[in-house]
């Protein structure tokens, strides 16, 4: 392995759908597809050298996922970023791609900014439900994981959790209902997903979205003093205009 590439891509649409197993089995091929120089582990069973990086869950739209390859010989990012973004089923967009410069990828997602969409949600109601779980010191909620059902706090985890305001429509009138939600969370273990806050909202205030939300993760990264997220390749960028 002589160079890293770490990529961003975005999920959009039906392809919000995809599982990351499936992700996984499309990036490989799109590497063929693309000719991508591509190194693999050593051993009986050679794997190739992609590591992915806080996976969103199945059925969340994202235009910032993360992962991390190695190749055997030196590419330029762009033209692998144009190259791997035409082998993919458009849905599956490679936005950004920059050579790694040091340090590890996971060390630099620290937290994720989320959009909920309620549709059918009064946003007066949901400014009540935010205000009550904003005010709680804990808010303990229950998810099914692999070593079973679990109980843990959703509360800790989220550092802001606002409601914004609903779009209006072409013709100047607001589309409504709809309540729209913003939250930065930062990464804990067990992680606190989107739905666990929305499972918070219901314990502390009975908010029942009546259909199924709409979920994009904005962006992920390291966090600021004033809670901004900065962007995990920023660091790679700056290493490199150093060089």
Not at 187 to 194: G, I, N
């Amino acid at each position: 392995m002589v160079q890293r590439v770490r990529i961003r891509y975005a999920k959009r649409g039906p392809l919000r759908f995809t599982s990351h197993r499936d992700f996984a089995r499309a990036f490989e091929r799109a590497l063929r597809r693309a000719g991508v120089p591509i190194a693999f582990s050593q051993g009986f069973t050679p794997h190739p050298k992609i590591s992915y990086a806080s996976a969103a869950p199945t059925g969340v739209a994202s235009e910032a996922e993360y992962l991390e390859i190695g190749l055997r010989e030196p590419v330029d990012p762009e033209g692998l970023r144009l190259a791997l973004d035409a082998a993919l089923s458009p849905g599956l967009d490679v936005v950004d791609a920059v050579v790694a410069s040091g340090g590890s990828l996971a060390d630099r997602i620290e937290a994720s900014h989320w959009r909920i969409e309620l549709p059918q949600v009064d946003p007066a109601e949901l400014g009540r439900a935010v205000a009550a779980f904003s005010a709680a010191a804990e808010v303990q909620v229950e998810r099914m994981t692999k070593q079973g059902r679990r109980t843990f706090d959703a509360r800790s985890a989220v550092m802001s959790i606002d409601v914004m305001p609903v779009p209006e429509t072409p013709s100047g009138f607001t589309a409504v209902p709809c309540a729209i939600l913003e939250l930065v969370v930062r990464q804990v273990t067990p992680s606190v997903r989107p739905d666990d806050v929305l499972s918070g909202l219901r314990a502390v205030a009975d908010l029942e979205p009546p259909v199924s939300p709409r979920v994009i993760r904005l962006a992920q990264g390291t966090l600021t003093a004033q809670g901004a997220i900065v962007d995990p390749l920023d660091a790679d960028r700056e290493g490199a205009a150093i060089v």
